[in-house]
Every structure is written in structure tokens, then in C-alpha cells.
């Protein structure tokens, strides 16, 4: 069955870093746009990043370009999130999928959710 596991998240300070890992399993991983969303305290969840099933190509919500880096190794089954200059409204769990896009939006592409990994930034 298809397994996605989020790892990485933490305790961090404002302006500080995380790296986020997914390892994906039990579906065509190399072949598949993958991306990151992220649900903050009682908010719904939105996109944060996606990336095409190449690597060649990725996209970003505007409250992250510039911040975090999106990459993937397809050999791995990967994905990863590269998280630099947090601010405390970064604070949510993070959770990886496939996404598909749909005009400009990304969206996922499936059903299947990993637990997420939290991430939490101090002022």
C-alpha cells in the first residue's frame, strides 16, 4: 500500500532551519509530481511547494519563495523541504503527496496522506 513518512520537523527560533524528509513507498515515485502542504493551529491546510517528477521544475506559494527549497531523489524515493529563515507563521504540520496541477494551482493528487511532522518556530 502506498506509505508516505514525514520526518524532519522540530522546535526551532524564528530565523532558524529545518530540513523535512518524505520517504515514499508502495507507489511509482520517480514518476510522480510530488509536493508540500501544510496545515497551521486551526487553520486548513494549504500548498507550500511542488516540484515535477523530473526535479527540473518546481513551484512555490508566495509565503515561502525565497525561504524554502523544494528538491527530491528519485533513487531514494525522497523528497525533501529545505526550510532557511522561519518565521513563527511557518509554525503547522507539514505533510507531503502527489500533487497534479490544475491550470496555475497545485492540488493533491490523491487520498494519500502521511502523518506530517511538526513545526513549530518561537518568536
Known sequence: QVQLVESGGGLVQ??????????????PFSSSHMGWFRQPPGKEREF????TWTGYSSDYADSVK???TI???NN???????????KPEDTA????????LRGTSWYPGSDY???GTQVTVSS
Open 14 to 27: 524564528a530565523g532558524g532551519s529545518l530540513k523535512l524528509s518524505c520517504a515514499a513507498s508502495g507507489m
Open 48 to 51: 507550500v511547494a511542488a516540484i
Open 113 to 115: 496522506w502521511g502523518q
Open 66 to 68: 525565497g525561504r524554502f
Open 76 to 86: 531514494r524515493n525522497t523528497l525533501y523541504l529545505q526550510m532557511n529563515s522561519l
Open 93 to 100: 504540520v507539514y505533510h507531503c503527496a502527489t500533487v497534479s
Open 71 to 73: 528538491s527530491r531523489d
